[in-house]
């Protein structure tokens, strides 16, 4: 008996099927647009005391994050970059918060609860210095929703853990897998981030991403735990409330205490490839980071290391724009405790550069939105929480000083 001649189209639909999973359907969705960031933070080691109050390990842990432009498909990205050791991931999950309120509780919208898949399976293993993205999946993601990230973990390093320190945001740990369920009953919380990196969106050809490399001012100090209100949320929410800049995700790349050579933290200099170039679906790049550099100066030398503050910021720009993207940089903001005559002067030629510089393709004078108009040493009163970081009502003033028609096309 003749057998029948093999279908090249149907056999290459059951490769797809059956080797090529749920990647395959990533390549084949991919093909009609492209991903971007909703969502995304810096990642950091932390350990000692910014370790969770208990080891994740057989745990759940369920974090909360803000999106910036809406979704139909999305994909979660998490990152190992920092471990000592193999994170073991046993379940994870999404699901939207019923309201902001719910957040320090760990409700979530049980109707909108969705698995995520790793190549076809619930379970991966993150191996340290690697990152692993889950495979993508129909979702209506909302612009500036509370999402819940579970995820349930078997061996996990209880010494370091790649992450986030400046969540502001609470995260809550429960015995057991518990990612699906709707509450959890006497959780412990820690207000930081672990091995989330960022949430993405398939988006159209309009869809595009901004990340802003800064350091404890855009990471958010003096923002309100879980109100999701330091400068780049507020500067999201302005985007989305623009027909013209909704297509826009906002990645938040500050890290407090950081600084362009060195401070807590890996440096500006050493993470600019991930936090900035490598971004999912980044078109714009704001600078504001540089006052920790300022700050830890000696008198005698700060004249010499504002010059290198601005080498290295002249070499950001060209880098962003070797890879196409629109590069924007941002004044420095009052000194606060950090001033001296010097270190006062340093901050002025580093701003003088920012203000009338053709590297960067435009300027944000956050400096000039926030300092006191009879004295610009020091910021406005009403906008300052210590003298160098702001309140809610200054970052507001910040966001409210960004020009949304520079993320326009």
């Known amino acids: 008996m003749k057998l029948p001649t093999p279908n090249p189209g149907r056999l290459a639909a059951i490769c797809l099927t059956l080797l090529c999973g749920v990647g395959a359907t990533t390549r084949l ?23 969770p109050p208990v080891p994740l390990a057989e745990k759940t842990l369920r974090q909360y994050v803000r999106t910036s432009m809406a979704g139909k498909q999305v994909r979660v990205r998490f990152s190992n970059a920092y471990g000592d050791g193999p994170v073991h991931i046993k379940a994870a999950r999404i699901a939207l918060a019923p309201g902001p309120e ?37 979702y209506e993601l909302p612009a500036g929703a509370d999402l819940a990230i579970s995820i349930h973990f078997g061996k996990i390093s209880a010494s370091r853990i790649s992450g986030h320190r400046g969540s502001r945001t609470d995260s809550l740990i429960v015995p057991g897998d518990q990612t699906a369920e709707s509450e959890l009953a006497s959780p412990a919380k820690i207000t930081r981030w672990y091995l989330i990196h960022a949430v993405e969106v398939l988006a159209g050809p309009e869809g595009r991403a901004v990340s802003i490399l800064g350091d404890s001012i855009t990471d958010g100090l003096g923002s309100t735990t879980n109100a999701q209100n330091r400068w780049p949320d507020l500067l999201a929410k302005r985007l989305q409330s623009n027909a013209a800049t909704e297509d826009v995700g906002v990645g938040n790349m500050g890290i407090g205490g950081n600084a362009i ?149």
Not at 32 to 51: K, S
Not at 108 to 128: C, S, Y
Not at 346 to 358: E, G, K, M, S
């Open 102 to 138: 719910s957040i320090g509780r760990g409700d979530i919208d049980a109707d909108t609860d969705h698995a995520l898949f790793f190549k076809g399976a619930p379970a991966t293993v993150i191996m340290p210095g690697q990152a692993v993205v889950s495979d993508p999946f129909e």
């Open 261 to 409: 050579f060195g401070g807590l933290g890996p440096a500006a200099t050493h993470r600019f490839e991930r936090d900035v170039l490598e971004m999912t679906g980044v078109r714009y790049f704001i600078l504001f980071e540089g006052v920790n550099d300022i700050g830890s100066f000696h008198d005698g030398n700060a004249a010499s290391r504002a010059q290198d503050l601005i080498d290295a910021y002249k070499d950001f720009a060209a880098r962003a724009k070797a890879r196409g993207l629109r590069s924007y940089a941002a004044t420095i903001t009052p000194l606060g405790g950090y001033f001296t005559p010097a270190r006062e002067a340093a901050r002025q030629t580093v701003n003088d550069y920012i203000r009338d510089n053709p590297d960067f393709d435009g300027v944000m004078d956050l400096d000039a939105a926030v300092r006191d108009p009879g004295n610009p040493q020091v910021l406005r009163p009403a906008y300052s929480l210590d003298g160098l970081h702001l309140n809610p009502t200054g970052l507001q003033a910040m966001a409210d000083a960004v020009d949304l028609s520079f993320f326009i096309p």
């Open 29 to 51: 969705h991919a093909d009609n647009g492209h991903w971007v960031a909703t969502w995304a933070t810096a990642i950091e080691p932390t350990q000692g005391g910014d370790l």
